[in-house]
């Protein structure tokens, strides 16, 4: 059975470098294969990675819905729809990427939602880990789509605004009862210095911080992914803290 990773946050706290960055410290120690999903409308987790990713599920839903004619005589939409996500995943060496996307014509996106959480449900025994990075927010929680999480770390940055956002949170995995075994706060581009006080106020188990790393801003400007860290990155050698008090 896959452990399932949520990485959990409002817009702006860095889910998915964090999430590219434990991604990447799975693959270099070895852990088995690895589901990557990108659950953010954004979508920039594959291109963090390395991967420019030709499709994704929310363009393909759109294609089923106006051409139902491709569907293959014999064949479920659901069956359909399941085959091309299969043949369409970003497929590496030691991972896998799947991305989300948004449905661009009419339609609720719940449904991609919906679609996420029963294809994490059948995949979770073909992989060693999954990382879900989630869209930004609370809306993905309350309409359910994460029912379950081995782990789930809760992205914030050292303002109040963020830290109120990770309590509403965490508040909001307890009140629906969304099953996660461990759920920690973790505090990106921050010394955590400043915040010793609100920390403690806030009820969440604190992990780590991980702080303002420049190489990181620089891949960022010159469209370059996260595998090209160098060794003396410092968000690097905080992940690696932080991985080691998870799996070490």
């Given amino acids: 059975m896959g452990h399932t990773i949520a990485i959990c946050g409002k817009g702006g706290t860095g889910k998915t470098t964090i999430s590219s960055l434990l991604i990447g410290w799975l693959i270099k ?9 990108d659950a953010d409308p954004n979508s920039n987790l594959a291109l963090n990675l390395g991967f420019k990713p030709t499709a994704n599920i ?75 990075d989630n869209e930004a927010g609370l809306e ?41 075994k461990k759920s920690f706060l973790v505090l990106n581009r921050s010394d955590n210095n400043s915040v010793t006080k609100e920390l403690k106020d806030l009820g969440i188990e604190y992990l780590d911080s991980i702080p303002v790393d420049k190489e990181i801003l620089e891949l960022s400007i010159k469209g370059k992914p996260l595998t090209e860290l160098s060794e003396g990155s410092a968000a690097l050698k905080s992940i690696e803290r932080i991985c080691k008090r998870l799996w070490q």
């Fill in 140 to 180: 993905h929680l309350s309409r359910r789509t994460m029912r379950s999480a081995d782990l789930v770390l809760i992205i914030s940055d050292d303002t109040s605004v963020g830290l109120r956002s990770a309590k509403r949170i965490d508040d909001l995995i307890k009140e629906l009862d969304i099953k996660a």
């Fill in 58 to 132: 929310g363009e393909m839903l759109d294609e089923v819905s106006k051409n139902p004619a491709m569907i293959p005589r014999g064949m479920s939409k659901p069956e359909y729809i399941e085959y091309r996500i299969q043949t369409e995943m970003v497929e590496a060496d030691s991972f896998d990427v799947l991305v989300m996307g948004r449905p661009e014509g009419p339609g609720c996106y719940c449904y991609v939602n919906n679609l996420l959480r029963d294809i994490v449900k059948r995949l979770v025994s073909s992989y060693d880990y999954i990382v879900i």
């Fill in 29 to 37: 120690n070895k852990r088995g294969k690895i589901l990557a999903v």
